[in-house]
């Protein structure tokens, strides 16, 4: 049973780049959020996605978005990247109606 | 919206010592809390969790404490393990799914031999 997955794992862009981060859910689930985790924080909550639209929303910019395949993998995309995006993006698949989140390995985003 | 704040923010126990981190939340319609342990470089991994129906649950030597007319939610640890050093994170939640989930700001235990 094939659990979360991410890519890449590490990724380095220069001020006002844009990124691109992708993620395939847990077999079997067809929801996905994204966190950002900043060194030595909790995950914060940026938008979730389910049935390819965007249901929820964290307090994040509009430089943050996101998009669902069919297939129910997720990317976040983040334009006009900042020093303060600097982070680990974690990608947490659920099923629609269930409260239980599995996180992937994150990806880790270094803005220089 | 709810805010999520946990204490103690680092832990230091001898093998063999239990360990205790305590969680309160702001938002009394919360009703799904999780507990994450997360190693260092690694991905955040649910331990234990409980809903709003039940006061206590227990895994071998882990176990959750729930009061809800306090608002606060514990993470009891015993005989406690080297491997068990690692930051820990509560959260909190609306149930029913399709929720964000609210995390505290972390606990980083260390078990000392």
């Known amino acids: 049973d094939a659990g979360v997955t991410q890519s890449p794992t590490h990724l380095i862009k220069t001020r006002g780049q844009q990124v691109t981060l992708r993620c395939s859910p847990k077999s079997g689930h067809d929801t996905v959020s994204w966190y950002q985790q900043a060194l030595g924080q909790g995950p914060q909550f940026i938008f979730q996605y389910y049935e390819e639209e965007e249901r929820q929303r964290g307090n994040f910019p509009d430089r943050f978005s996101g998009h669902q395949f069919p297939n129910y993998s997720s990317e976040l995309n983040v334009n006009a990247l900042l020093l303060g995006d600097s982070a680990l993006y974690l990608c947490?698949?659920?099923?629609?109606?269930?409260?239980?989140?599995?996180f992937g390995p994150g990806t880790r985003l270094l803005v220089l | 919206g709810e805010n999520v704040e946990q204490h103690p923010s680092t832990l230091s126990v001898q093998e063999g010592d239990s360990a205790v981190i305590k969680c309160t939340y702001s938002d009394s319609a919360s009703n799904y809390f999780p507990w994450y342990k997360q190693e260092l470089g690694k991905r955040p991994q649910l331990i234990i969790d409980i809903r709003s129906n039940v006061g206590e649950k227990k895994d071998q030597r882990i176990a959750v404490t729930l009061n809800k007319t306090a608002k606060h939610f514990s993470l009891h640890i015993t005989e406690t393990q080297p491997e068990d050093s690692a930051v820990y994170f509560c959260?909190?939640?609306?149930?029913?799914?399709?929720?964000?989930?609210?995390f505290g700001t972390g606990t980083q235990l260390k078990v000392e031999l």
């Open positions: 959260a909190a939640t609306l149930g029913g799914g399709g929720n964000k989930l609210t």
């Open positions: 947490a698949s659920s099923l629609r109606f269930q409260e239980t989140q599995y």
